[in-house]
């Protein structure tokens, strides 16, 4: 089974905003992008579930014409709380990575 | 490729992301030969974290502000065309815009410099925004849900974000040099392409492009852009010559630090580049049309920050593989022993306090359990914090589990074992916790409602 590290050439994440983490995966060419970008394990309650956030709050964007997925999600805590392990959230892509589609 | 340029634009150079991280004299050279209208860029954001706005201070040093700033303002000087910078200081408090102020007359004392230069502060009075909040005038923006008073009244500092319209109303009434608060980082882009007419789709579209300056190119360490602004369309290409634009690097700017790919709330509309189409022009120059600005209320956008506890912090080194190999297990013991040796010294000296263990090289970024089927990392360095309400209370808890933190031993019963401290002492105060309070954005009658504008000659100053 394809991992998402196997389909995307790319995977990001980082702030967008105090309040918001914002995730894009870049895949590799546009079957790849037709094929896996609608997968029920990145759905917005798939995503909900792996970040533990509300999954009303998430927001699931195709963009074809780059081939990405983007996906943002509320921030369970605003950036730089008392216990804040990734300021920039440019580490909570990796999660990510592994998902099998 | 058409090859066909657009005519009669207002072209924009945006030599850098953010004043302070280095600008270079070849792409001022380069945008200027290559007809700039104004230089445009701005010296700060949220991104560094609530710090910055809570306790009003810049994040870039002195020297590389003025370093900068020296070359933007010799660059408008030699050329005769405007400079804007917006969010002067990192989070455009008044304080740090009054900081720019000064760096400016001291570089336009040392370079015999007469610009006239245009402050805009749009720090806010959290009292007043408090009482536009019981108005009725103040609306959240999720995640955020309610609009409480007493939140506004617990910021050390809000600032709201401009619009284009107070560059554009300092131009007008004369300004070289426009210094600017905290502003939305596309409108200090935008401004002058608004002022003389340009599609206001094309002016903001191409400024959410440029912003970072040459994030949008192929190889960004070659510096900043130029937009050139139409009258359906924009182009966007590099400053310095072997650097690229492309479609892909130029549309794909669209999603960097923005929570939707398709639109951008500015302070009178949103930008919507749903039809925009990116075709490359020649070989390093890409033209963009079918952006739409959709104007709507006029909203500025609230930031607001405070200081909250005190966190006191130690790290230690472990190798020992005997810890490394049950990993999880010793980091849940030690956080339970710590725990009771808190409550057993301290008792009710202390309020409400947390100590939290990351094992940086095990699982201190997503701080979630490993579980026992990955391999054992080879060291790890495992960091303590504590926070209190004060700094004194956070060095003291600390320092009453400093014997576990240096001793614990995997199994209770073994020889005391000593992990690798870096320092001593080997507890480090670490100061306040800054964070975000403040997610809304206040309705106003005008543009200006909520800007002061004042004007400072710099001979003035430097005689006076």
């Given at each position: 089974m394809a991992k998402v590290s196997d389909v995307c050439r790319y995977v990001r994440s980082k702030n967008a905003g105090p309040f918001w983490i914002t995730v894009d995966l870049f895949f590799r060419d546009r079957t790849l992008f037709e094929t896996h970008s609608g997968a029920s394990a990145l759905s917005a309650q798939a995503i909900a579930e792996l970040y533990g956030v509300d999954a009303r709050g998430v927001k699931w964007f195709a963009v074809p014409h780059l081939n990405v997925l983007k996906i943002s999600y509320p921030r369970p805590l605003p950036q730089g709380g008392v216990i804040e392990r990734d300021m920039h959230g440019g580490q909570q892509f990796v999660r990510l990575l592994s998902i099998e589609l | 490729m058409s090859g066909v340029r657009l005519q009669n634009t207002v072209n924009v150079m945006v030599p850098v992301g953010a004043l302070g991280t280095g600008v270079r004299q070849s792409n001022l050279d380069a945008g200027l030969a290559r007809g700039a209208h104004v230089i445009a860029c701005d010296a700060g954001s949220t991104d560094s974290g609530a710090a910055y706005l809570a306790t009003?201070?810049?994040?870039?040093s002195r020297d590389a502000v003025k370093t900068d700033l020296r070359l933007l303002m010799i660059a408008q000087a030699k050329a005769g065309i405007p400079l804007l910078v917006g969010?002067?200081?990192?989070?455009?408090?008044d304080a740090t815009l009054d900081w720019t102020r000064d760096i400016a007359l001291e570089i336009a004392r040392e370079e015999g410099l007469n610009p006239r230069i245009a402050l805009l502060y749009s720090e806010q009075n959290p009292a007043d925004i408090a009482k536009r909040a019981v108005a009725g005038q103040v609306t959240p923006l999720a995640p955020i849900t309610d609009v409480d008073p007493a939140t506004f009244l617990g910021c050390d500092h809000i600032v709201a974000l401009m619009g284009p319209e107070p560059y554009i109303a300092a131009l007008e009434a004369g300004a070289d040099i426009v210094l600017g608060g905290r502003t939305t980082d596309t409108a200090v882009l935008a401004a002058v392409p608004i002022m003389r007419g340009a599609h206001a789709g094309a002016a903001w579209h191409s400024a959410k492009i440029a912003e970072c300056g040459g994030l949008c190119t192929r190889k960004s360490r070659l510096g900043g852009v130029m937009m050139r602004v139409g009258a359906d369309a924009f182009e966007i290409e590099p400053l310095d010559p072997d650097n690229i634009c492309d479609p892909y690097s130029v549309s794909s700017?669209?999603?960097?630090?923005?929570?939707?790919?398709?639109e951008l709330i500015e302070p009178g509309g949103v930008l919507d580049v749903r039809e925009a189409r990116y075709e490359a022009v020649d070989a390093r120059t890409v033209q963009v049309y079918g952006s739409r600005f959709n104007p709507r209320p006029y909203t500025m956008k609230l930031e607001g920050a405070a200081g909250g506890p005190f966190q006191t912090i130690m790290m230690v080194g472990i190798q020992d593989p005997k810890v490394l190999d049950d990993l999880d297990r010793f980091l849940a013991q030690m956080e339970e022993l710590m725990a009771e040796r808190v409550r057993n010294v301290l008792g009710d000296r202390i309020g409400a306090y947390d100590i939290s263990l990351r094992a940086y090289g095990w699982n201190a970024v997503s701080g979630k359990v490993i579980g026992p089927r990955e391999p054992s990392p080879r060291e790890i360095g495992l960091l303590f914090v504590a926070t209190a309400g004060r700094q004194a209370d956070a060095t003291l808890i600390a320092k009453t589990c400093n014997p576990l933190f240096f001793h614990m031993p995997l199994d209770l019963e073994m020889e005391l074992p000593s992990y690798g401290f870096p320092f001593s002492p080997a507890e480090i105060e670490r100061g306040r916790v800054y964070e975000f309070k403040l997610n809304h954005v206040v309705h106003v009658a005008s543009a200006t409602e909520l800007v002061r504008m004042t004007f400072v000659d710099a001979p003035e100053m430097a005689h006076g």
């Open positions: - | 009003a201070q810049a994040k870039y969010t002067c200081g990192t989070a455009g408090t700017h669209m999603l960097y630090e923005n929570s939707d790919p398709f």
